[in-house]
């Protein structure tokens, strides 16, 4: 007989994680769920070579793209998910995001909710993910009641003078949210007792100190340190959902473990793998009642895949920049349009900075034609880094499939020519501050050897709505077609917006568990 728990939650990412942690003080008996295990914690976390060339920590599988070419998938299979290496960005989708939005590329559809469902849990996602930043300054900063909880992350000294700069130009530069475990003196630098060190180790890297408000450092770790009613498996992979003879409940969930299958059963079934991983697992749980996948009655399980429209790109200027931790600064000026055009560009925000091993990896020879003479640690120092993001749409033949027992992931761009614009944008504006610079597209941080649809913000897998027949999930994010199985990760999202994701994914799953709760 399977091992029966109140809720079993999949996947240890942000969307699994946070709702665990809202329902463990109910002393309810919760089973985690983590195909990896832990990351190490080794001095190859800070490890550009290791992290970014080697891609050590990325999980190892191949897949296959829309050209039938295989690639591997820039995923992390460990506790906390890919938040583990993410760059905490934690801001929320703009109030108009959740309205209809027209695009170069096409509509950006409506939610079936809107911003006002989701303020207070973004309230409460930015306390549990000790979020850092200013209320006031983004000109499109949604409303909320409340202060962040910790004061914005504070600019060096040449990211003030760089946003002072924009300012001069009329733009409205603002502190980037940053989820992030830093106590900051006057001068911004960390306190002897802080976690994070300000290290320019952060974004992209796994944070050796523990610094980053990642979902095991904030979710999975003091859930299991005071809730004994948590379990938390790990090396454990979910090979399908098994339901009941009606099919409307989910009955057993299947893993695997040390080569062995072993089987346990929950009143209520939470999966959380990531978007792509999700569907993948909701695909093969098909069998006589869900012919075409669990919950997938609609077809609609895998399809209208979303993940920004993104670029990395770095700025090479005369000056060299000493700055240690440059991920402070966002821009949203061109968010929804420009004075040159009437269609959405989308966000900027400062990147951590380079080192000399990150530019000796990257798109070479093509850099060297401009600059032959400088070396590798001196590009390093004359650089200010930079992503770009523009939103994805949804379009049903972007999805992840399984053909011939291997994963397919087809994908065409959707909206390139926002970000086109968008780089075109941050050309113009460093000229206007007379501190024009060459852009050098980074290859390596977005793996551009590989589909972009392999890598950060996915989205869209399974969609929620009113409708049955157009998605997956209704508005509780509970399947349409099964009773007591929710999906809590960017799945749901019927757009993406252009801002990160990660803190709509964890206000979302304090929005599910709180109906979770209740059920209970």
């Not at 985690?32 to 891609?55: C, H, M, Q, T």
């Not at 549990?128 to 006031?136: A, E, I, K, P, Y």
């Not at 209704?474 to 199985?485: F, G, I, K, S, T």
């Amino acid at each position: 007989m399977a091992e029966h728990y109140d809720v079993i939650v999949i996947g240890s990412g942000p969307g699994g994680a946070s709702l665990a942690h809202s329902l463990a003080p109910t002393g309810k008996r919760i089973l985690v769920i983590e195909r990896g295990d832990y990351l190490p914690r080794e001095e190859a976390n800070w490890s550009s070579e290791v992290v970014f060339v080697k891609r050590h920590y990325q999980a190892n599988e191949t897949w296959t793209n829309i050209d039938g070419k295989p690639f591997s998938p820039q995923l992390h299979y460990c506790v906390g998910g890919n938040s583990k290496v993410y760059g905490a960005a934690l801001l929320r989708l703009r109030e108009r995001d959740f309205e209809e939005v027209i695009h170069a590329g096409g509509v950006s559809p409506a939610w079936p909710l809107r911003y006002a469902d989701f303020a207070p849990y973004y309230d409460a996602a930015e306390a549990l993910f000790h979020v850092h930043g200013q209320r006031g300054e983004d000109p499109l900063e949604p409303p909320s009641t409340i202060p962040y909880p910790y004061p914005a992350v504070k600019h060096e000294p040449r990211v003030a003078a760089f946003c002072d700069k924009l300012t001069g130009i009329g733009l409205a530069p603002f502190h980037l949210p940053l989820g992030i475990l830093l106590d900051q003196k006057e001068d911004g630098f960390a306190t002897p007792t802080s976690a994070c060190i300000r290290c320019s180790k952060f974004d992209g890297f796994p944070c050796l100190l523990n610094g980053k408000a990642d979902a095991q450092v904030m979710c999975i770790d003091p859930m299991l340190a005071h809730h004994g009613n948590v379990t938390l498996l790990t090396n454990a992979y979910v090979s399908k959902l098994g339901t009941d003879p009606s099919g409307r409940r989910v009955d057993a969930v299947h893993v695997e473990r040390a080569g062995q299958e072993e089987i346990y059963s929950a009143d209520v079934v939470v999966v959380a793998c990531g978007a792509l991983s999700s569907a993948l697992l909701l695909l093969r749980s098909a069998n006589p009642q869900h012919p075409y996948g669990l919950a997938n009655g609609s077809d609609q399980v895998g399809r209208n895949y979303l993940r920004h429209e993104m670029s990395v790109v770095m700025a090479v200027t005369r000056d060299a920049d000493d700055s240690v931790f440059q991920k402070t600064m966002a821009l949203s000026d061109f968010y929804f349009g420009s004075d040159d055009w009437d269609y959405p560009l989308g966000l900027i925000q400062m990147n951590a900075s380079i080192d000399a091993e990150q530019v000796k990896a990257e798109a070479l020879p093509q850099w060297m034609e401009w600059l032959p003479d400088l070396p590798f640690d001196e590009i390093a120092r004359r650089s200010m880094n930079f992503w770009l993001q523009a939103e994805d749409l949804p379009r049903p033949d972007n999805r992840i499939y399984y053909k011939d027992g291997n994963v397919h992931l087809d994908f065409v761009e959707t909206n390139p020519e926002a970000l086109k614009r968008l780089k075109r944008k941050l050309e113009d504006i460093l000229t206007a501050i007379g501190q024009p610079a060459v852009l050098l597209e980074r290859s390596l941080y977005l793996s551009k050897d590989i589909p972009l649809s392999g890598t950060a913000h996915q989205a869209g897998t399974c969609r929620f709505g009113t409708d049955p027949t157009t998605s997956v999930l209704n508005l509780d994010c509970r399947a349409h077609e099964v009773d007591n199985l929710y999906v809590t990760d960017a799945s749901f999202f019927p757009s993406i917006g252009a801002v990160n994701p990660t803190l709509t994914i964890i206000a979302n799953a304090l929005r599910v568990a709180d109906i979770i709760r209740e059920r209970l």
